[in-house]
């Protein structure tokens, strides 16, 4: 072990230990991601936003936004934080318990961002990201949940990011918008926002998010009177698959339906997912719309089990698990991994494979 490693190491150690001993003396809630935060009961969540609702609370809070990722679809994928705004010190330790360290490393770089201020009363998550993976893994089944109780006659409006047309189509179908005030990423990333009048809502464990997110979907999509026998969620991007045009041409001479990202805006397209007898999907963000709308099992392109990093499988990974045993891997050969993150690393897909799969599930449907 170098020596930077070794001081890095003494230095989380440390703002840990300071952070709980300060916490206990301030009494203050720990707002957190999928490592620490906890499942409530829809009693629980209903009662406590009725309460805040009525309440003449008047927080400050002070949101700190990095990039996670390009731009999609014209949409900059950011992850925003939300703390109390009492000392330095007390924003900077409580980063610690972010398994995204990314705010904790850059936390001199963002405080020297101009400040931005938010007066009106506001209802606020403690975490957001605009990448969907994340927005709908983590906070998008919270969103849709508290809209139905925040009550009609509020003034308060719950905060939340702009997402990409993906997001949209849930938020228009599922949300009464005039309970949500909208800001931009670029404002947030851009900025140091300062929420004046603010109120914490609970963030719940991303199994309960998904949970309520995939039921609500289920139940609302349609089954379509058309017959689906198979699709293939692609990005048909070369450096995702070695062999995606070979691929994609496999797929439509079995009379797959191609579905590709620009599509996922569709409420036909994504009922066709629901219903289709066979779905086959790249892995990542694809996998999560499969994920949302599906009941039945699905197969997904994989690189080996033992080329996932650690922080996937604390991280993005708990999505995956969700659906298992219905999420079905097909293992493939790895090309190039992405630096830590293996599920957006290059495969090469062995077609073999695909027409074993063809051949059992048609076997089935007899």
């Not at 403690?126 to 949940?145: A, D, W």
């Not at 300062?194 to 914490?200: H, Q, R, Y």
Request: proline content about 3%.
């Amino acid at each position: 072990m170098n020596k930077k490693n070794f001081f890095l190491k003494i230095k989380y150690f440390v703002f840990s230990f300071l952070t709980k001993i300060f916490l206990i003396f301030v009494n203050e809630k720990i707002y957190s991601t999928s490592s620490f935060s906890k499942i409530y009961s829809y009693n629980y969540l209903n009662k406590k936003i009725n309460n805040l609702s009525v309440k003449n609370i008047n927080k400050k809070y002070i949101i700190l936004t990095h990039e996670v990722g390009n731009k999609i679809n014209g949409i900059q994928s950011v992850a925003s934080y939300v703390f109390r705004k009492f000392s330095f010190f007390k924003i900077r330790v409580t980063n610690f318990y972010y398994w995204n360290q990314a705010i904790f490393n850059n936390h001199n770089r963002l405080k020297k961002k101009n400040k931005i201020l938010i007066d009106e009363p506001v209802f606020l998550l403690p975490y957001y990201n605009t990448h969907f993976g994340h927005y709908s893994g983590e906070i998008l089944g919270l969103i849709l949940l508290y809209t139905s109780l925040i009550p009609n006659n509020t003034k308060r409006k719950i905060l939340i990011p702009k997402g990409s047309k993906e997001i949209d189509i849930y938020l228009k179908k599922f949300c009464s918008l005039k309970k949500i005030k909208f800001i931009k990423p670029e404002i947030l990333l851009s900025n140091q926002v300062v929420v004046n009048n603010g109120v914490c809502l609970p963030v719940c464990h991303p199994w309960q998010n998904i949970n309520y997110l995939k039921n609500k979907l289920i139940a609302s999509f349609p089954y379509n009177n058309k017959k689906t026998y198979g699709v293939f969620l692609t990005s048909e991007r070369s450096e995702r698959i070695k062999n995606i045009n070979e691929v994609v041409k496999f797929f439509l001479s079995n009379k797959f339906k191609i579905i590709k990202t620009n599509q996922l805006t569709s409420i036909e397209t994504l009922s066709s997912i629901k219903n289709a007898k066979i779905c086959v999907t790249e892995d990542a963000t694809l996998s999560h719309f499969v994920m949302l709308h599906r009941t039945k099992k699905y197969f997904v392109f994989s690189i080996p089990d033992d080329s996932y990093s650690k922080d996937e499988y604390f991280g993005a990974y708990i999505f995956n698990e969700f659906d298992f045993p219905k999420r079905i891997k097909i293992k493939c050969e790895l090309v190039d991994k992405k630096n830590f993150r293996g599920m957006s690393s290059k495969i090469n897909v062995k077609i073999k494979d695909i027409k074993k799969i063809i051949i059992n599930e048609s076997k089935l449907e007899k």
